[in-house]
């Protein structure tokens, strides 16, 4: 079954979303981070994104992986591996009903995938005519292939790579 991509308009309610989320996952991982980010489009106020909150889980090195997984199990989260990504474990959850959609990552303070999220991220948040044409592009990718995921990540994927070159990161690929 295909998704439908939905692309909206900034909304404000983003940053309590993250809290909310970030504050369920606080009694289970404090005292085990370094912190918790809110990445992604939602994190940028004034860009349009998908309503999903991408959250980095921010762990000293691998070590801690383990203890983190477990804490994380026991309040309903799976860890999936990778996902083909190297430096950031995904999980995927369940009983979260009452919580936004969101997307959870882990990854160690030094990993190359989240220094590219926070980089970003901190660009954009500075930049509004950066947000502006982000937003537009994102716009228009969810107009043109509105079934389609990996058509409409291809059509954005050229804004991120210049924004990557221009703060003098490299691509994932």
């Excluded at 106020?45 to 804490?71: F, M």
Aim: net charge negative.
């Amino acid at each position: 079954m295909k998704k439908h991509v939905v692309v909206q308009t900034y909304d404000e309610n983003w940053k309590k979303d993250f809290v909310d989320i970030r504050d369920e996952l606080n009694v289970v991982l404090n005292g085990l981070v370094l912190g918790i980010e809110h990445v992604g489009s939602t994190s940028v106020e004034g860009l349009s994104a998908k309503p999903i909150i991408d959250i980095d889980v921010v762990i000293q090195d691998r070590t801690s992986l383990p203890s983190v997984i477990s804490a994380l199990q026991k309040i309903g989260y799976i860890h999936e591996g990778d996902l083909g990504v190297p430096g950031r474990e995904a999980f995927k959850y369940s009983g979260k009903e009452h919580l936004k959609k969101h997307h959870l990552y882990v990854c160690a303070e030094d990993s190359a995938e989240l220094k590219r999220h926070i980089a970003f991220r901190d660009y954009l948040r500075e930049n509004p005519d950066a947000v502006a044409e982000y937003s537009r592009i994102k716009e228009e990718g969810a107009r043109m292939y509105p079934w389609d995921i990996d058509k409409y990540i291809e059509h954005k994927t050229p804004f991120i790579e210049k924004i990557y070159k221009y703060i003098g990161l490299e691509t994932n690929k």
